[in-house]
């Protein structure tokens, strides 16, 4: 078993995965961004590296920073948790070529199943149904409407190395097919540095079903169950569940065993997902989808899953663990057979979103309350206490809920009222859409597909929760005049995270720097890169007139105006990616572009001036 375990994440999932390390008896190791001096995981860490500044790219992504961490600590094992470079086959790659060992799939197996089309001609070499497309990248407009004329719209073009809605993009006609295929080779470039893309006839009215699975290197494969995750918006999961309230037994057993054959065939260890759409029927609550229901595989996810966490409840199996043991070189402790499901779990994702505004990101601030239900039946999967200040920088899930009941119903009602008990002030959560969700008919019954809340829903419904159930104030602002007592001083040594507890009475308070949260200032590195200034990301205004800012964190895919161009009410600007999703920044009035502030693919931040129009 390995000594000590390098955690290459942030947040609630390197705490999750460190807490699997010590019932393991192994030592943790995190690393942060100077975003996330002050994050949960770097305290529940037994030592801490700090690998750059708090952009994404310079920082999480920063491969030999993360190995270079990773040498300083001794650690003998990287785990990737999710996101990041979790389903990266290069980073993989680097690992078990040191002197590391990666707790994941092999690299092979990454690239393999991370590329789409090669994913489906694995599944369809084992039998496993997948959804009418090409297994072949296509590269023309040509291509996508002959698809359209022999398979009928509407079509997905999804991007080679995507997921979760990433580089997937809508054809409802002919019409479409060009500027919907150069937006996925884009959203492809930018995400996964691939603009290769697949077609695949789109289903109008899918459930999400998705199987846990795990395997061994002596050939052992076992699947855990299955997930509904069919609650989306905009492709984005937000509550999954188990076993799924749809599936009859006769059809769970052939998608569970139609995914372990798929895995088994291609070879596959560690664990990972494999996700299918359902199509539903109309048909009776309390009558689910038969054995004859048609079920397509989707895709495979190399690494766990955010919502892992149900099948843990349901199973009483702690997959964290074994994938440890897993890359330990340990063989499966059980069989399929003694894999048994006990009652039903539902996820929550706690994301700092206004759900009445489109689930728009909200911005960060201070932790002013933060209180979290406890009681039979329910887990926090959280990296958090009262005080901190939320980051925002990555990732709008700041917490996850988990509830667990003996059996469906038991667990709704559990969790209703473990969502009134929990408070959260300071920053805007989608706290009150859950509650919404837990009373909604279509839920409830579930009859709800991966479309009810982007096309079906009232809208109205969701805006009345949180007026109904939100916070008064929103604005994540703390008391500015409060007097604080500095208990905690944080240092950097050479790069690594040293904590010295200081108690000065009558003093005024230790300025904590950019980033930190409450309880502690921390030191620079001397060559860290700053953050923006807050006006521009770093670039000087010159340009005199109005200023077009971002109203998100995200990153610049296309600009699509230079200086001294005439746009009109409308025009789009620039597009900016965050949270997975496109958005078009359009300018509000005409008018002339004195200065461009960004370019292609640099980070903004919330406020940061885009362009400047006269």
């Known amino acids: ?33 100077d975003a996330d001096k002050n994050g949960g995981h770097v305290r529940y860490a037994d030592e801490a590296y ?59 197996a990454m ?51 995507g997921g979760g ?61 299955e997930r509904d995750c069919s609650l989306q918006r905009r492709h984005q999961k937000v509550i999954e569940e188990g076993p799924s309230p749809a599936l009859s037994d006769e059809l769970r057993e052939k998608i569970g065993e139609s995914a372990r054959r798929g895995v088994s065939e291609a070879g596959y260890t560690n664990a990972g997902t494999v996700e299918f759409l359902v199509e539903e029927e109309e048909r009776h609550p309390d009558e689910p989808l ?30 964290v663990k074994w994938q440890i043991r897993v890359a330990a070189g340990q063989e499966l402790g059980f ?5 048994t499901f006990d009652g039903h779990a539902i996820e929550f994702r706690i994301n700092a979103e206004n759900a009445a505004n489109d689930f728009a990101p909200a911005q960060g601030g201070e932790l002013e309350t933060y209180d979290p239900p406890g009681g039979i039946g ?40 473990a969502l009134r008990e929990y408070e959260i002030d300071g920053v805007v959560t989608i706290i009150p859409f859950h509650r919404l969700m ?42 500015e005049d409060e007097e604080v007592v500095e208990r905690e001083f944080t240092v950097e040594v050479n790069g690594k995270r040293f904590e010295v507890n200081l108690e000065e009475r009558g003093a005024p308070p230790i300025a904590a720097s950019g980033g930190g949260g409450a309880g502690g200032a921390t030191a620079e590195r001397p060559d860290s890169a700053g953050g923006s200034d807050g006006d521009s990301g770093g670039t000087e205004i010159t340009g005199e007139g109005e200023q077009v800012a971002a109203e998100m964190q995200g990153t610049i895919l296309e600009v699509n105006v230079a200086e001294g161009d005439e746009v009109a009410a409308g025009d789009v600007i620039c597009v900016l990616e965050a949270m997975k999703m496109e958005n078009d920044v359009v300018a509000e009035r005409g008018g002339t572009v004195t200065q461009v502030a960004i370019s292609e693919g640099e980070s903004v931040d919330m406020g940061d001036v885009l362009v400047v129009m006269d």
């Open 165 to 225: 809605g990433r580089g997937m993009k809508v054809v409802q006609s002919e019409s479409e097919a060009e500027d919907q295929l150069e937006s996925a080779k884009r959203e492809g470039e930018a995400y996964f540095s691939n603009d290769s893309v697949y077609l695949e006839r789109y289903l109008e009215n899918p459930r999400h079903i998705e199987v846990q699975i795990i395997a061994d290197e002596e050939g052992n494969v076992r699947h855990l169950g």
């Open 50 to 108: 700090n690998v750059g500044p708090a952009k994404a790219s310079e920082s999480y992504l920063d491969q030999e920073a993360i190995l270079d961490a990773a040498r300083k600590a001794d650690a003998d094992a990287v785990h990737p948790g999710y996101g990041f470079l979790a389903e990266n086959a290069e980073f993989a790659a680097r690992v078990e070529e040191s002197e590391f060992t990666w707790i994941g799939p092999s690299s092979e």
């Open 290 to 319: 038969g054995p004859d229901a048609n079920f397509y595989f989707l895709e495979v996810n190399t690494r766990i899953q955010v919502e892992h966490t149900v099948t843990e409840e349901i199973t009483n199996i702690d997959i």
């Open 335 to 339: 069989s399929q057979d003694d894999i």
């Open 1 to 33: 078993m390995f000594r000590k375990v390098l955690v290459a994440n942030r947040g609630e999932i390197a705490v999750r995965v460190m807490r699997a390390c010590e019932e393991l008896n192994i030592g943790t190791v995190a690393i942060y961004s």
């Open 378 to 417: 329910v887990r926090m999967d959280d990296a958090l206490r009262q005080g901190d200040e939320i980051v925002t920088d990555y990732d709008s899930m700041i917490a996850k809920l988990i509830v667990h009941g003996s059996d469906r119903d038991e667990c709704i009602a559990r969790s209703l009222r």
């Open 438 to 479: 837990l009373t909604d008919e279509r839920f409830t019954n579930g009859t709800h597909t991966t479309k009810y809340l982007d096309e079906h829903i009232d809208k109205s419904r969701i805006e009345d929760a949180q007026n109904q159930w939100g916070p008064e104030d929103i604005s994540g602002a703390g008391a």
């Open 111 to 161: 690239e393999r199943m991370g590329e789409k089309t090669e994913a489906r001609k694995a599944m369809q070499a084992a039998d496993v149904p997948i959804v009418p497309g090409t297994t072949d990248p296509v590269e023309s407009v040509d291509e996508v409407t002959d698809f359209g004329d022999e398979h009928g719209y509407p079509i997905a073009i999804k991007a080679e190395g």
